[in-house]
């Protein structure tokens, strides 16, 4: 499997290396891949970064001696989306590995 990072780096001269061997590289399709993966990657690093925030919140909120309910449910609600990002992620990161698993060193 060719190395992502070489990819990344110039995809035009790997194709075009690609390309006197007899294998077209889908620029494209590999494009939409990486796009779709470093979104969900910041996704995800966001929602992890609420999380800690709501984690603290609720830690000072019971502290004071509030009420946490509020808080508890938007952390919930949160933990959802973040839950399907991180599935979407997963996803995105099986296709972009299905499609270099093709790609000839």
Same mark, same amino acid.
């Given at each position: 499997?060719? $190395?992502i /990072?070489?990819?990344?780096?110039?995809?035009?001269?790997v194709? *075009?290396?690609?390309?006197?061997r007899g294998?077209?590289l $889908? *620029?494209?399709?590999?494009? #939409?891949?990486e &796009?779709?993966?470093?979104d969900f990657?910041?996704l995800?690093e966001?929602f992890?970064?609420g999380?800690n &925030?709501f984690? *603290?919140?609720? !830690?000072?909120a019971k502290s004071? !001696?509030?009420?946490?309910? *509020? =808080?508890?449910? #938007? /952390? &919930?609600? $949160?933990?959802?989306?973040a839950a399907a990002?991180?599935q979407?992620?997963? &996803?995105?990161?099986?296709? =972009?590995?299905?499609?270099?698993?093709?790609i000839?060193?």
């Amino acid at each position: 499997m060719i $190395d992502i /990072q070489l990819l990344r780096m110039d995809i035009d001269a790997v194709a *075009k290396r690609l390309a006197t061997r007899g294998f077209t590289l $889908d *620029k494209a399709r590999f494009l #939409e891949l990486e &796009k779709k993966r470093k979104d969900f990657q910041s996704l995800v690093e966001t929602f992890n970064a609420g999380r800690n &925030k709501f984690s *603290k919140e609720i !830690g000072q909120a019971k502290s004071r !001696g509030e009420d946490i309910s *509020k =808080l508890l449910h #938007e /952390q &919930k609600l $949160d933990q959802d989306t973040a839950a399907a990002n991180d599935q979407l992620l997963a &996803k995105t990161q099986a296709d =972009l590995q299905s499609f270099l698993s093709v790609i000839p060193n």
